[in-house]
């Protein structure tokens, strides 16, 4: 609730000041660093901004990333940190919370959680089949695939 108040506070209840989301997390100061040179990513290092908002959103996005579970931004969390680590995961997580409340704030609607299991819903089934299966046969496991019989909902 506090980070709700946070975000109007900081941002206003009309999102026609900002042309779209990329507009409004650059504000706030929490779009990625994008410094290159000669092909080579050096940094991702975000810039300072508004101190108020991007400090409700971390906050934010650590709650959201610990305490909830089979939730959209726990499964951005866990995806971001296995790679990238805990603050640049959390970074993810409160730019996700921003652009969620600018569309929501912009259009008026409810927030929609796309759910836990989101990122794999996304990907193709065939492929991660293969990946999973190869991974087990390198830990020295014989797998065997047989397809579970519809569920009657």
Known sequence: ????????????????????????????????????SAGKRKTGKTRNGDSWLRTALIEAANSAAGRTRDTYLNAQYTRVKRRRGHSKAIVAVAHSILVSAYYILRDGRPYEDLGGDYFLRRENTQHLERHLVSQLERLGQRVTLQPMAEVAR
Not at 17 to 22: N, S, V, W
């Open 1 to 36: 609730m506090r980070t709700a108040e946070v975000i109007l506070a900081e941002l206003g209840p009309d999102m026609k000041l900002f042309p779209d989301h990329r507009h409004a997390a650059s504000w706030a100061a929490l779009c990625p660093g994008n410094e290159e």
